[in-house]
């Protein structure tokens, strides 16, 4: 479909509603957690820190109740772009700067020194430069076809933070 967005989606449960917001619990694994070998020595490293639950509140665009399970997502590119500037910016500006050090005759030692002061400077720099816009926050898609999860009352009435809407 041209002009559609791709997304990156993930299941989550409703954990709490409050007015026009909602709480999502989703769990964080990573692909070797969901692999059926389990061999491989990433699935073992995997299983040593376990899954990580994250909260999230989002706008209650749905309708949605605790226990639900609704679909959220961020879009592919929004995330690609994302990855992109983390992972690839700290690094050329690590090497520019290592390669300024040996282009001025630097020992090895200030060479490395000026890597390191590239690399920390490269991560500055992607975060002065990356927005806090919307398109970076994930989104509420859709109900779940999941069965309704009956939640206890303790994980509905869990205090909220109100600087980020986050469960502690």
């Not at 964080?28 to 639950?53: D, H, I």
């Not at 509420?140 to 009956?150: D, G, N, T, V």
């Amino acid at each position: 479909m041209k002009g559609a967005k791709q997304m990156i989606e993930q299941t989550g449960i409703v954990t709490d509603t409050d007015g026009n917001s909602l709480w999502v619990e989703t769990r964080q694994v990573s692909g070797c957690a969901t692999c059926a070998s389990g061999s491989c020595s990433s699935a073992v490293v995997s299983k040593l820190f376990g899954e990580r639950r994250q909260r999230l509140q989002l706008p209650n665009s749905l309708a949605a109740r605790p226990g639900d399970a609704v679909v959220i997502g961020i879009p592919e590119a929004v995330l690609v772009r994302a990855s992109l500037g983390a992972y690839l910016l700290p690094l050329l500006a690590m090497i520019g700067a290592a390669l300024s050090g040996q282009l001025l005759e630097a020992g090895e030692g200030l060479q490395g020194l000026l890597g390191l002061l590239g690399l920390a400077g490269g991560f500055l720099l992607v975060r002065r430069l990356t927005p806090g816009g919307p398109d970076l926050q994930p989104r509420l898609l859709r109900l779940s076809p999941a069965e309704r999860i009956q939640l206890p009352v303790s994980a509905v009435s869990r205090h909220r933070s109100p600087q980020n809407g986050l469960h502690p």
